[in-house]
């Protein structure tokens, strides 16, 4: 087994599916095991069914449907994550509001 890298983070959304559904293809066509980075998942969705987040030193492994959850990602992250899907399937992560956020080590001041 292989496992190429790739990243598509300099791509429009367009051809970001594209190139996943063109990697996957290809993936599928050579038995090769493949693997992206991206920070958006929503451009591959399609494309995946296995993820691996990394957060704060954690990792969560599963299908996209096992680890791209509210509890999963607010357990990853230590503080509260709401993870939404659109009728497209798309997936929408939304953190803790700006103003609740400090950079501080003592906190707000």
Known sequence: MRI????????DLRNQ???????????KET???????THDVN?????IDRVVYVAHGQVAVG???E??????????YGTQ?????TSDGRIIVVGQSEEEVSYHAYGPQ
Do not use: K, N, W, Y
């Open 4 to 11: 190429v890298v790739h990243f598509l983070d300099s791509l």
């Open 17 to 27: 599916q594209g190139i996943a559904g063109v990697i996957q293809q290809i993936g």
């Open 31 to 37: 038995d090769t095991a493949v693997l992206l980075v």
């Open 43 to 47: 451009p591959v969705l399609a494309a």
């Open 63 to 65: 299908t996209p449907e």
């Open 67 to 76: 680890v791209i959850t509210t509890e999963t990602l607010s357990r990853l």
């Open 81 to 85: 994550i709401e993870v939404l899907r």
